[in-house]
């Protein structure tokens, strides 16, 4: 039975392939040539999420990192080699931080019970939770508790980028703009939480190179 699910994605992707050469004979060579995608997208790597559909884009239009909680962590090489790809040499025009309600990885934070290994990733998302406590405590459930964070801590992500020299260069430069998003799991619409960088983040000046 295992087996035969994992050979149903080799099948799946031959129809693919089918499918799209048949709209086009030159899809893949033509995508085989380079990128130009004009956002980059970081986002949790829930699988419920499936990006490129719930934005209406198709590929090659997306430059996307995924990781647990849609984290931009500084000491995280990984996020922070794709940031400056996308921002210095693809010359992304937009960069999103998209979390979604009901996100293990924050629910997960706001318990006090230790996992193993990814303790330390959670670390992160408890400093969210430190810095947002109020407002998140003063939610009717825990449910609405966990979406209040989840609020919170895209919010204090985009503040992370705004700290990066890239993203600072590519506004400077470029006119690179930054975006906090939700994803609703239940109606599948996108949130923007219309971040405003000036008004939410009034201490970003002790980060800002000259």
């Known amino acids: 039975m295992e087996q035969q699910s994992y050979s149903k994605l080799f099948e799946n992707n031959k129809k693919w392939v089918e499918e799209k050469l048949n709209l086009d004979p030159e899809y893949f060579e033509n995508h085989a040539k380079g990128q130009k995608p004009k956002y980059l997208y970081i986002g949790c790597s829930d699988s419920r999420l499936p990006v490129n559909e719930m934005t209406g884009t198709s590929a090659g239009e997306l430059f996307i990192h995924r990781n647990v909680a849609n984290m931009v962590v500084h000491t ?15 010359k ?8 979604h309600y009901g996100c293990g990885g924050v629910a997960a934070a706001l318990d006090n019970k230790s996992l193993g290994l990814i303790d330390s990733w959670l670390m992160n998302i408890k400093e969210s939770y430190q810095k947002n406590r109020n407002f998140v405590d003063s939610a009717e459930s825990k449910e609405e508790k966990v979406n209040r964070l989840v609020e919170s801590n895209v919010k204090e992500q985009v503040y992370n980028l705004y700290k990066t020299s890239y993203v600072q260069e590519g506004i400077k430069s470029q006119g690179l703009q930054i975006h906090g998003w939700v994803y609703d799991l239940k109606e599948g619409l996108l949130k923007d939480l219309e971040v405003n960088a000036d008004k939410d983040f009034e201490e970003k000046s ?5």
């Open 92 to 99: 992304v025009e937009h960069v999103v931080i998209c979390g």
């Open 206 to 210: 002790v980060y800002t190179f000259n």
């Open 76 to 90: 995280d090489n990984n996020l922070m080699s794709v940031l400056q790809y996308a921002v210095q040499v693809l």
